[in-house]
Nanobody, 128 residues
Framework: QVQLVESGGGLVQAGGSLRLSCAAS????????MAWFRQAPGKEREFVVA????????HYADSVKGRFTISTDNGKNMVYLQMNSLKSEDTAVYYC?????????????????????WGQGTQVTVSS
């Protein structure tokens, strides 16, 4: 089993920044693909970004390209999401997700159903 724990959420003004963290523990060898999803009130959970921890390849949703950056510290089994230039529409609960990667890329990374492990989420609220 794998446990994922997110942290770093909070309230920030539009244009500000936050950094989210996701700590993985347990059978982390099966978490070679890690991702962030988010869910706003009344909306479906949507893909934000994913990273192949072994190869460093990434895949971003168009809505966050140029503003968000995903990174990893494999030694600590951590994944980070640096969020800059935040907008009110970024307000959501952010979830960390993980599964084994399909090769060296991020194939299928945006598919919510493909992930085996999920964290409990951390709230991000952007005030305008």
């Amino acid at each position: 089993q794998v446990q994922l724990v997110e942290s770093g959420g909070g309230l920030v003004q539009a244009g500000g920044s936050l950094r989210l963290s996701c700590a993985a523990s347990g059978r982390t060898f099966s978490t070679t693909l890690m991702a962030w999803f988010r869910q706003a009130p009344g909306k479906e959970r949507e893909f934000v970004v994913a990273i192949n921890r072994n190869y460093g390849s990434t895949h971003y949703a168009d809505s966050v390209k140029g503003r968000f950056t995903i990174s990893t510290d494999n030694g600590k089994n951590m994944v980070y999401l640096q969020m800059n230039s935040l907008k009110s529409e970024d307000t959501a609960v952010y979830y960390c997700a993980a599964r084994a990667a399909y090769g060296s890329g991020t194939s299928g990374a945006s598919s919510r159903a493909s992930y085996d492990y999920w964290g409990q989420g951390t709230q991000v609220t952007v005030s305008s």
